[in-house]
């Protein structure tokens, strides 16, 4: 079963990787952030190994975005990003396992300072929503 892995940061300046450039990855010492690299490119070897990893993509500052709605008089286009929003999401990534339980193993590795992770089931034509 494929699943995303959201990854949610509020980097001031905007950069990847993100939990540089939020306010608690400053405060983490560079060789802990060296050791947290390490340990995320033995797990990206990982899942390319076991075939788990499908894609990812990093995404650009929010105040590059563009939002569109829609009303009964047509689309209306808008600069974004929300502005209420604290965190936005700063990439994803698409794995495919063979249980919750896995994939949950796997987005908890994905933590870090100044983030937030959500996983959730990615859906397919005639799937469950669940």
């Given amino acids: 079963m494929k699943y995303v892995i959201l990854i949610y940061s509020n980097p001031e300046p905007w950069g990847h ?3 540089i450039y939020t306010k608690e990855g400053r405060d983490v010492p560079q060789e802990q ?3 947290m ?3 995320f490119e033995a797990l990206m070897n990982e ?3 076991s075939g788990e990893f499908v894609t990812a993509e990093a995404l650009a ?3 590059s975005a563009t939002l569109y709605g829609w009303s009964a008089e047509g689309h209306l286009a808008t600069d ?3 502005a209420e929003s604290k965190e936005h999401l700063a990439g994803f990534f698409l794995i495919d396992c063979d249980s919750r339980e896995r994939a949950e ?4 590795k994905f933590a870090q300072p100044g983030g937030v992770i959500e996983l959730r089931p990615a859906m397919w034509p005639g799937g469950d929503d669940q």
């Fill in 105 to 108: 193993e796997i987005a908890a």
């Fill in 61 to 63: 500052d929010p105040a």
């Fill in 17 to 19: 990787p993100t939990a």
């Fill in 37 to 39: 690299d390490r340990e």
């Fill in 47 to 49: 899942l390319t190994a």
């Fill in 33 to 35: 952030h060296d050791e």
């Fill in 80 to 82: 974004g990003p929300y």
